[in-house]
């Protein structure tokens, strides 16, 4: 099982940095809380593993959150699962960051796509889902080559969500 929820946010424009990122946090987490509701999980206290991870103790189900400016998104399977999500704007240096953090095949797409945002979106997008995913965040996912790993993107209204199982 694999369930994907998301929701726009909307919230005041004079809102400062912390206090929108306070809100976003909230909201996913009211989204975590009725998808784990509507699989009958209601009494649960969530845990975090040694560098981080949010998890269920003595359940069998996975859950990812993230949040970006103006969306709140959420995966929750039976299995381990990541999700990330960015909205799609112009940014700089995707040439540099794309030699940072990204493998050599994945470097070979973004050059192939003209540097696209959207594809460097949907590469950045799913090495985050993997780190997440993996609980080990996308320092130590660099590594792995997200052309190759079983992520899903979803396009909407400016936004990229993209999930790894």
Known sequence: MLKIEYKFVHYEKNLSAKAKGEALHNEAYLLLDKMLSDVSITNYEIKKTEFGKPYIENNPVYFSIAHTDGLVCCAVSTSECGIDCEKIAPRDKIKEMSERYFTENEIKVIEKSGYSYEEFLRIWTCKEA?????????????????????????IENGYIITVNI
Request: aromatic share 0%.
């Open 130 to 154: 993997i780190g997440k995913r993996l609980g080990c965040g996308l320092i130590k996912a660099k590594n792995i080559d997200s052309t190759k790993e079983n992520c899903s993107t979803i």
